[in-house]
């Protein structure tokens, strides 16, 4: 038996703006990634079918549809596995809804719900040395404006290990710099933490602000023209950071330095200073401490730390002896 049309543009609009505004209270970001997977999905289906978005049917979004879209980002687009996943997770949350407002369409977001999410490789962390962060740290220029802000930033980011969506967002409220000096983070999910602040960038962000004055308002690293400084901003200026300091850092040449990177770095510091991994998990906002265990895993040192107080399996070795000279002399020829 067919099912009958249901049209799926009511269902879209009522998806992304009862559920996740009213109902569920997205953060932007969510809005935004799912709002970028349905324009991506509807582009597609106007493209490879010619159907207007408007006219569609929840029929025309069955799971083989949904598959060929999926391979068409990983193949055409040349999205990683996780980007797929996370396009995925944006059509089956919108199923989810679907067979709760339409039960005519159960069988149709079931089978979308049955789609499974692709499993990928599960790389170790990298991370940068200390004597790296410094000279990344170092090659800021701080004769100049730009430099000291890029100075501040960039020592803030180490400190508090945030990610560089939070960085961007902190206004001078955030920052508290009467001892104990503390930066408040607003992170993923509205969630807000606060992260200690070691007395040096304390100093630095303290400088900074005073430089700052008035003419900024409440932004705490402002663009040249006094706005917050977007994502692709502060990625440009800390790798210009790390050229400048491969010169003097060999271990950098060859290395893609981004916020992220300087984010585990914070994480590998803490824990090979002897920070608990919960208290860690707590510093960089992971919802589950399981995430933080990533950087035990990629700690070489702290294994081979481990290896060395477990004795060896087996018998110990004997003592050595020599043979008898007579034995040693029948056993040369």
Known sequence: ???????????????????????????????????DAF???????????????????????????????????EQRRANCIRSRNARLAAVRSFFRFVQLREPACLAVAARVLAIPV????????GYLIRSEIEAILSATDRTNWGGRRDHALLLTLYNSGARVSEIIAVRRGDIVLDAPASLKLHGKGRKERAVPLWAKTAHVLRIWLQELGERFGDLTFPSARARQLSRHGVSYLLSRAADRAASACPSLQNKHVSPHLIRHSTAMHLLQAGVDPAVIALWLGHE???????????????????????????????RFKADDKLLAFLATL
């Open 118 to 125: 692709k499993r990928t490789e599960r790389k170790l962390v």
């Open 39 to 73: 324009r991506l999905l509807l582009r597609y289906l106007q493209e490879t079918n010619g159907a207007q978005p408007a006219t569609l049917s929840i029929a025309d979004l069955d799971a083989p549809i949904i598959l060929a879209f999926l391979d068409n980002i």
């Open 288 to 318: 589950n401490v399981q995430t933080t265990h990533g950087y035990v895993q990629a700690n070489l040192e702290m294994m081979e730390n481990a290896l060395d107080k477990l004795a060896p399996a087996g018998p110990a070795p004997r």
């Open 1 to 35: 038996m067919t099912p009958p049309s249901v049209p799926a543009a009511p269902l879209v609009q009522a998806f992304f703006v009862e559920y996740l505004l009213n109902q569920k209270h997205a953060s932007p970001r969510t809005l935004a990634a799912y709002r």
